[in-house]
């Protein structure tokens, strides 16, 4: 389905029982939640859906599950994050088959490629497939950096259409808008500046909190769009303490337990991460109730 690179979507979270399979019945809870909500696209597989760990018959029965869910209304997204050429073409011919309808492609794993080497990647893969292609920029964790110079050699490629938007620094937006125009749509990628990036003009937010919260996500970005800025500030103070666990390294485990306390996932990780327990625990337990009890009332944002 054609589709544009802008709204909210959400990176989802991979839920899974006690015995470590696949919770499908608590991806469909979330998945309503979200898409009742308003949401304008979901992303499977990603660094919060714990990608390190899931098999391809995982990812098949994610996205199956979930183009079937959406029907037609959202589309939804696959993470690729290979470490070869290779693996990387192969996953996105195979997001293909299972009815995806875009990728979102980090550098190489596990190995720091160069500019030069980074570059060659991203296009194997753009020219192995169709689908329109979102880069994930965030050299804050995964230490490659993709530049302007880099984009301006990968803009031949039609079906490199979008960034995800994660270097943390708010200006890029400004670069990136200043350099290329509309040719990619930027996703803010850290929910701790979705806001700031917005107003730059960012074209849309990937979401970590949303799985947890998702009216209040939507109502931010939509309140933004429609010039709402003072509401939209006043529900982002709100939610400021939440979204600071999107950028700590334990982000999975942290934004699984809120969405377990609001009743939209489980807090089960796969291992090797383990279940929050002692101080820990207490202290993002007090950050999501304090949240929920504090709740802001939303203004009637769906028809912005």
């Given at each position: 389905m054609p589709f544009e690179w802008k709204g909210v979507f959400p990176a989802v979270i991979t839920p899974w029982t006690q015995d470590d399979r696949l919770d499908i019945k608590m991806f469909d809870i979330s998945l309503s939640a979200q898409i009742k909500a308003g949401i304008d696209g979901i992303i499977i597989g990603g660094s919060?859906?714990?990608?390190?760990?899931?098999?391809i018959d995982e990812k098949k029965e994610l996205v199956k599950f979930a183009v079937d869910k959406a029907a037609g209304k959202i589309p939804v997204i696959?993470?690729?994050?290979?470490?070869?050429?290779?693996?990387?073409?192969?996953?996105?011919?195979?997001?293909?088959?299972w009815g995806a309808e875009g990728l979102m492609l980090l550098p190489p794993m596990r190995y720091k490629a160069d500019d030069q080497e980074t570059v060659a990647y991203f296009k194997a893969v753009a020219a192995s497939t169709d689908l329109p292609i979102l880069l994930y920029n965030n050299p804050v964790d995964y230490k490659i950096e993709i530049t302007p110079d880099m984009f301006e050699e990968l803009s031949i490629h039609?079906?490199?259409?979008?960034?995800?938007?994660?270097?943390?620094?708010?200006?890029?937006?400004?670069?990136?808008?200043?350099?290329?125009?509309?040719?990619?749509?930027i996703l803010c990628g850290v929910d701790?500046?979705?806001?700031?990036?917005?107003?730059?003009?960012?074209?849309?937010w990937i979401a970590g909190l949303v799985n947890a919260f998702p009216k209040e996500t939507v109502a931010i970005?939509?309140?933004?769009?429609?010039?709402?800025?003072?509401?939209?500030?006043?529900?982002?103070?709100?939610?400021?303490p939440l979204l600071e666990l999107d950028i700590h390294p334990k982000l999975a485990h942290y934004i699984k337990f809120a969405s377990?306390?609001?009743?939209?996932?489980?807090?089960?990780?796969?291992?090797?991460?383990?279940?929050?327990?002692?101080?820990e625990r207490?202290?993002?337990?007090?950050?999501?109730?304090?949240?929920?009890?504090?709740?802001?009332?939303?203004?009637?944002?769906?028809?912005?």
């Amino acid at each position: 389905m054609p589709f544009e690179w802008k709204g909210v979507f959400p990176a989802v979270i991979t839920p899974w029982t006690q015995d470590d399979r696949l919770d499908i019945k608590m991806f469909d809870i979330s998945l309503s939640a979200q898409i009742k909500a308003g949401i304008d696209g979901i992303i499977i597989g990603g660094s919060l859906g714990e990608a390190s760990t899931l098999t391809i018959d995982e990812k098949k029965e994610l996205v199956k599950f979930a183009v079937d869910k959406a029907a037609g209304k959202i589309p939804v997204i696959l993470n690729i994050a290979e470490g070869s050429n290779r693996d990387a073409i192969e996953q996105a011919v195979l997001a293909s088959k299972w009815g995806a309808e875009g990728l979102m492609l980090l550098p190489p794993m596990r190995y720091k490629a160069d500019d030069q080497e980074t570059v060659a990647y991203f296009k194997a893969v753009a020219a192995s497939t169709d689908l329109p292609i979102l880069l994930y920029n965030n050299p804050v964790d995964y230490k490659i950096e993709i530049t302007p110079d880099m984009f301006e050699e990968l803009s031949i490629h039609q079906n490199i259409q979008a960034v995800k938007e994660s270097t943390r620094d708010v200006s890029n937006v400004t670069r990136m808008l200043n350099r290329f125009g509309d040719r990619f749509k930027i996703l803010c990628g850290v929910d701790t500046i979705a806001m700031e990036e917005l107003i730059m003009g960012a074209h849309g937010w990937i979401a970590g909190l949303v799985n947890a919260f998702p009216k209040e996500t939507v109502a931010i970005y939509r309140l933004v769009k429609a010039g709402r800025l003072q509401e939209a500030a006043e529900i982002y103070r709100w939610f400021m303490p939440l979204l600071e666990l999107d950028i700590h390294p334990k982000l999975a485990h942290y934004i699984k337990f809120a969405s377990s306390l609001t009743g939209l996932g489980s807090e089960n990780v796969r291992s090797p991460r383990l279940l929050l327990a002692g101080e820990e625990r207490k202290r993002i337990t007090k950050i999501v109730t304090d949240a929920i009890a504090s709740r802001p009332v939303l203004p009637d944002y769906s028809n912005l």
